[in-house]
T-cell receptor
C-alpha cells in the first residue's frame, strides 16, 4: 500500500513557467516531509523539506506548501529552467522508537522545455 | 560524488541465482538504508540499520536479507532471484540517531546498483 500518493506522474512545463507537484498522505504520525530530486543515473538528493507545524517553506525558486488538515503538500518550482528537468519524489518520515522510516511517493518526471 | 559508495553499478544474473550488493556509507554516518526502485513502484523502503543493528523494516521479501558490519558498510543479499527483482537498488546513509529526533534524518543516496535478472 502506497503511503504517500504523488501526482502527476509526469509533467511538461515551458521555461519560465511554474511546476507544481502534489502529494497526499493518510498517516497523521508522519513528522517530516522532504522532497528529493533525482537526475538520470544518479541517486535522489534532498531538495527541500518541511515539518508539519509549518505551512510554507521557500528556498530560492522552490517552495513547499503544506496543508495539515487536508493531509496534502506540494512542491512549486517558480521560473522553471531546463536544468530542473529531473524526477521529483515527495516523502513522509515516520519516527519510530528504534529509528526512522521514510516513505516515498512514486515520483514525478519533470521536463522543462526551452 | 555523494560520499555513499555502492558496488557493483550494474549486475546481470539469471533467475534462481543469489547476488550481494555492497554499500559504504558517507563518513560519519551511522545509519544505512536500502531502497528498491522500479518503474511501477517508485522508491520502496526495504530495511534500515543503525550502528550494526536492524532498526526498521519495510517491504523486504524473505528472500532478501541485509546486514551492517562493524566498519559500518552494509550488504544486501538477494537470493532465489526472480524476473521481478530486476530494479535499481539504492543505499542511503544518514547520521541517524538511536531514537527520535524529528528532522535529524537527512538521507544521502548512493548512485545505485542496477540489477537485471534474465
Amino acid at each position: 500500500q502506497q503511503q504517500v500518493k504523488q501526482s502527476p506522474q509526469s509533467l511538461i512545463v515551458q521555461k519560465g513557467g511554474i511546476s507544481i507537484i502534489n502529494c497526499a498522505y493518510e498517516n497523521t504520525a508522519f513528522d517530516y516531509f522532504p522532497w528529493y530530486q533525482q537526475f538520470p543515473g544518479k541517486g535522489p538528493a534532498l531538495l527541500i523539506a518541511i515539518r508539519p507545524d509549518v505551512s510554507e517553506k521557500k528556498e530560492g525558486r522552490f517552495t513547499i506548501s503544506f496543508n495539515k488538515s487536508a493531509k496534502q503538500f506540494s512542491l512549486h518550482i517558480m521560473d522553471s529552467q531546463p536544468g530542473d528537468s529531473a524526477t521529483y519524489f515527495c516523502a513522509a518520515q515516520l519516527t519510530l522508537a528504534s529509528g526512522y522510516a521514510l516513505n516515498f511517493g512514486k515520483g514525478t518526471s519533470l521536463l522543462v522545455t526551452p | 560524488d555523494s560520499g555513499v559508495t555502492q558496488t557493483p553499478k550494474h549486475l546481470i544474473t539469471a533467475t534462481g541465482q543469489r547476488v550481494t550488493l555492497r554499500c559504504s556509507p558517507r563518513s560519519g554516518d551511522l545509519s544505512v538504508y536500502w531502497y528498491q526502485q522500479s518503474l511501477d513502484q517508485g522508491l520502496q523502503f526495504l530495511i534500515q540499520y543503525y550502528n550494526g543493528e536492524e532498526r526498521a523494516k519495510g517491504n523486504i521479501l524473505e528472500r532478501f536479507s541485509a546486514q551492517q558490519f562493524p566498519d559500518l558498510h552494509s550488504e544486501l543479499n538477494l537470493s532465489s532471484l526472480e524476473l521481478g527483482d530486476s530494479a535499481l537498488y539504492f543505499c542511503a546513509s544518514s547520521v541517524g540517531r538511536a531514537s527520535g529526533g524529528v528532522g535529524a534524518n537527512v538521507l544521502t543516496f548512493g548512485a545505485g546498483s542496477r540489477l537485471t535478472v534474465l
